[in-house]
């Protein structure tokens, strides 16, 4: 089965369901960019697609950056001179300042200040601070438990460790008839926070899954890895292979109910960018394009100046421009089935369209053929027929081997299925033949 027939048998809503049920289930998880965390929820997504762990030694040199030590947490709190904890790590993960070295000690307010981070302008939300390479310690609060803090003696505690070990990443290779590479990534580094992290993990795990099931004409590439020293890590082990991938998507933030984002790669009019615009432009929903800048996610890295990979990024409200990214309020209940499933469905359009988007070659290309005594051209006039007559003209016009399917569809304006739609119908009645891939 091809993906847009796969996608019309699908039963979309019901993806959109298991997708937050995978949210749910990962959300309580203290993940990190190494560490137990990252390994429990690649265990979790393993029931879902047969995952290659990876395991990269701390220390290992990769380019400019180095694999850290890796960090482990158990507990965490803030004890007031009674004993009480005021600040509880086993309530929310996100109190912990990620990467935060070992310590238990007593402090003044005036010390613990210095190491709390807060929100004064949501003052019930709960920050997201790392501190991954330079070593130090700190909490995260709620502004309304930091004004609660009386001027007092507390016990500062984070059972962490930060020790030789791995960094940890999930791959998951799915072959196609070509070697050539179509890349899904998604950082997976983050503790509980779902649109940021969950949502590009479970939409790339239900997608492999679907594509598992199908006849590829791509291969396909799937990574969860930690936010940027995972993708540099990756780039890093797998230098010589990188020329296979053709086409790539960071995904991220796609669970949340903001219009679709498609920020372009670096070249800016790979053939990815073109797919992906055309897709969302024909969607009939809103949505907005994104010129390639070097700060994001880890398209960063693929799109360095030495990989310079076409690879994009899709997402629905981009970091940094929701107030509740980065905080505690980026829960179960910002991240929804509905907008999961659309996004979900949005990529099986874009990959449908790169796997079919082959360029053809009219068999007879003096002049038009006759559409009429092959059944091709309506004999009675109507409005009905006369849509994808048109696109059988384009479709044939342009098929001089030098214009995609995509191409066809952009000049002439049609959805890429008419035009898909069109070429078939003329393969059937041999007047347009694929033209062989190199
Ligand atoms: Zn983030």
Redesign the pocket.
């Known amino acids: 089965m091809n993906i847009a027939d796969f996608k019309t048998s699908l039963d979309l809503h019901a993806v959109g369901q298991e997708m937050y049920q995978l949210i749910t289930e990962l959300y309580p998880i203290c993940r990190s960019i190494t560490g137990d965390g990252f390994r429990e929820s690649l265990r979790i997504i393993k029931q879902y697609i047969p995952l290659d762990v990876q395991e990269v030694p701390t220390g290992t040199q990769v380019f400019d950056w180095t694999v850290p030590r890796e960090w482990n947490i158990q507990d965490a709190y803030i004890k007031n001179a009674r004993g009480e904890r005021v600040v509880d790590f086993q309530k929310s993960n996100l109190h912990v300042v990620n990467y935060s070295v070992p310590i238990k000690k007593k402090v003044s307010l005036t010390v613990l200040k210095e190491h709390v981070f807060t929100l004064p302008e949501y003052p019930d939300w709960i920050p ?1 601070r790392t501190s991954y390479y330079k070593d130090n310690w700190g909490f995260c609060l709620s502004h309304r438990q930091l004004l609660e803090l009386i001027d007092d003696e507390y016990e500062v505690c984070i059972d962490s460790s930060l020790e030789q070990g791995h960094l940890t990443y999930g791959e998951y290779y799915l072959p196609g008839k070509s070697s050539d590479e179509v890349l899904l990534s998604c ?1 997976s580094c ?1 503790p509980s ?1 779902c649109n ?2 969950l949502s590009g993990m479970a939409l790339a795990a239900f997608l492999a899954r679907s594509l598992r099931l199908l006849s590829l004409r791509y291969s396909y590439r799937f990574l969860f890895i930690p ?1 940027t020293i995972g993708s540099i890590t990756w780039l890093c082990l797998n230098e010589n292979q990188v020329s296979k991938i053709k086409h790539g998507l960071v995904l ?1 933030n796609v669970g949340d109910s903001g219009r679709s984002t498609y920020k372009k790669s670096r070249r800016g009019d790979a053939e990815i960018d073109s797919v992906a615009m055309h897709v969302l432009q024909h969607s009939g929903q809103d949505y907005e394009v994104l010129e390639f800048s070097p700060y994001g ?1 880890d398209e960063r890295q693929f799109c360095s100046p030495a990989f310079d990979l076409p690879v994009g990024n899709l997402m629905r409200t981009p ?1 940094g421009r929701f107030p509740e ?2 905080t505690s309020a980026d829960n179960l209940d910002f991240v929804q089935p509905p907008y999961l499933t659309n996004s979900f469905a949005k990529c099986l359009s874009i990959l449908s369209v790169l796997e079919n988007n082959l360029t053809y070659l009219n068999q007879n290309p003096k002049c038009e053929p006759q559409l009429g005594k092959r059944g091709l051209y309506r004999t009675i006039g109507g409005a009905e027929g006369e849509v994808d007559e048109l696109a059988l003209l384009w479709v044939l016009n342009l098929s001089d081997g030098n214009h995609n399917l995509l191409d066809v569809a952009v000049r002439s304006g049609y959805p890429f299925e008419s035009i898909k739609r069109a070429a078939d119908l003329l393969c059937e009645h041999a007047l347009l033949k694929a033209k062989p891939e190199v």
Request: proline share 0%; glycine share 8%; charged share 10%.
């Open positions: 997201y950082h983050h926070l940021d992290n936010g991220a996610y970091h990214y980065h």
